[in-house]
């Protein structure tokens, strides 16, 4: 299991969307229906994206995990403290070590620990936060699909109010426990030789019953879900044209978050 760094808690206050996350312009942000050039560096360069989920009490095995109570746990995740292996993935096991958990105590005492993060190639932590707090009542839907993949969609009082999917040879497809919004790939964008092995870059889609959005790799936009904006950002999105040269690399990646505020530049 490979080790992160994380941004300290006080930095991670200040990010509010995806462009403050990665620091600037990630990729180039849409304006009006257009893009930004392509920029062959940010399917070279990777994001990456962990979902992962446990329980402290017996739970049946399952391909998806819903449950509702309140938040008794949130934070970071100090680099090395889970050892080799994640100490609460018994559900769904993390691939690598996440950034950040989220504890929810359900009304039968069970306590439900998400791991997620969103990862540089560097292992630095871009994760942006979720704007709940400690108490707040949630309900969690956490999904797991082929490969490594993984995703988990967080309410408060029926809001959504954050989304990721972790896309690692598969599609867990947590879009479609988010009634009114959908997440497909659209077009192959580029493609660039890296030493895994010749990689095509994949846009991705968002659409809602009132926009739609389509990203490039490491891009994000703001798009209306429910009379709201929200952000999305595309972390990593391509395919392998061949088995690639990396064993640890995965041979398609689409992975993403989507959460309730507008990206910094667009305010």
């Avoid at 930004?36 to 399952?62: F, R, Y």
């Avoid at 995740?77 to 050892?83: A, L, R, V």
């Avoid at 954050?162 to 964008?189: F, K, P």
Wanted: aromatic fraction near 10%.
């Amino acid at each position: 299991m490979k080790k992160f760094m994380f941004i300290g808690a006080a930095g991670a206050l200040a990010l509010t969307g995806c462009t403050a996350v990665m620091g600037g312009m990630a990729g180039g942000t849409l304006f009006g229906d257009g893009h930004a050039p392509w920029d062959q560096a940010s399917v070279a360069t990777l994001g990456q994206a962990v979902v992962c989920l446990g329980s402290d009490q017996a739970v049946a095995p399952s391909q998806n995990y819903s449950f509702s109570g309140e938040i008794v746990s949130m934070g970071v995740i100090e680099p090395g403290t889970q050892g080799n292996q994640a100490s609460f993935d018994n559900l769904i096991p993390c691939w690598q070590e996440p950034s950040t958990t989220l504890v929810v105590r359900d009304e039968n005492g069970v306590n439900w620990t998400v791991g997620y993060a969103w990862l540089d190639q560097g292992g630095w932590d871009n994760t942006p936060w979720i704007d709940v707090w400690e108490g707040s009542e949630v309900s969690v839907t956490v999904a797991q699909g082929e490969g490594e993949s993984a995703g988990f969609a967080l309410y408060e009082q029926g809001r959504l109010t954050y989304a990721m999917e972790s896309g690692r040879d598969g599609q867990a497809g947590i879009d479609a426990h988010i009634e009114g919004m959908s997440v497909s790939v659209e077009d192959e964008v580029g493609t660039v030789s890296t030493p895994c092995g010749e990689r095509t870059a994949l846009s991705v889609a968002w659409a809602t019953d009132f926009d739609r959005l389509t990203l490039f790799p490491d891009e994000d936009g703001a798009i209306l879900f429910n009379s709201e904006r929200y952000t999305a950002c595309n972390i990593t999105s391509y395919q392998m044209d061949d088995d690639g040269n990396c064993e640890d690399d995965p041979s398609t990646d689409v992975s993403w978050v989507v959460f309730d505020r507008p990206p910094t530049s667009f305010d």
